[in-house]
């Protein structure tokens, strides 16, 4: 059982940055593939980013790109979401997520944090 914690949400302004982080409790941390996914209100959640176990490979959703960067540090077991050029667009509630396998698909992470909320005034 991983459990996952996620933190750095608050409220910024339009143009701003924000840094999540995600802190898991499992020592097997560098055998998942991590992801970030959000869920805006009245929406469905939505695939952000992800990484590979070693964290050579990373992949973003298209409206991210250039602006969000993921990033994992395997013996700290954690993982990083850098938000740079945050828009009004991009407030949700932002979940991590831990995969065996590297996907974008939801229904392929086993665990996954709380959420952690960001909002962004314009």
């Known amino acids: 059982q991983v459990q996952l914690v996620e933190s750095g949400g608050g409220l910024v302004q339009a143009g701003d940055s924000l840094r999540l982080s995600c802190a898991a409790s499992?020592?097997?941390?560098?055998?998942?593939?991590m992801g970030w996914f959000r869920q805006a209100p009245g929406k469905e959640r939505e695939f952000v980013a992800r990484?590979?176990?070693?964290?050579?490979?990373?992949h973003y959703a298209d409206f991210v790109k250039g602006r969000f960067t993921i990033s994992r540090d395997n013996a700290k077991n954690t993982v990083v979401l850098q938000m740079n050029s945050l828009t009004p667009e991009d407030a949700a509630v932002y979940y991590c997520?831990?995969?065996?396998?590297?996907?974008?698909?939801?229904?392929?992470?086993?665990?996954w944090g709380q959420g952690t909320q960001v909002t962004v005034s314009s």
């Open positions: 990484i590979s176990r070693g964290g050579a490979y990373t």
């Open positions: 997520a831990a995969s065996p396998v590297a996907t974008t698909l939801q229904r392929l992470y086993s665990y």
């Open positions: 499992e020592g097997t941390f560098v055998t998942y593939a």
